[in-house]
């Protein structure tokens, strides 16, 4: 919980001056699909999924906060990525993970994408 939800937290709330004094009004977090409420159809990894969820919820509600001063705030989900915690045989190499993350990020400041939106590594939104 201090790593996957207050770290990102308190890190954002630490960066919020120099954002607001910044041309690109973007907030962007790493979570996961599952932290998604919606997709609880296996178990397992309880403690990191109840984590993730509580990141999700606070960047849905700080995109609300920052609403008035036109921040863009996203949640992404990098894939399933072969590291240590995804495995070798996890289909979504790193490499193409931090690409496709790049490409969303930098596309998502287009009136399409809402703040607070929850999407995976390649633009695809994702269920709360």
Known sequence: FQTNTLGPIIATRALL???RRG??????AVSSQLGSIANTQTAGYADYRMSKAALNMALKLLS??????SFHVLILHPGH???DMGGASAPVQVDDSVAGMLDVITSAAKPTTPSG???DWRGNALPW
Not at 23 to 28: E, G, I, L, S
Not at 64 to 69: D, G, I, M
């Open 64 to 69: 609300n906060e920052l609403a008035p001063e």
């Open 23 to 28: 041309t690109r009004k973007q907030v962007v």
């Open 81 to 83: 990525v072969a590291t």
């Open 17 to 19: 001056p120099l954002l």
């Open 117 to 119: 939106a929850f999407m």
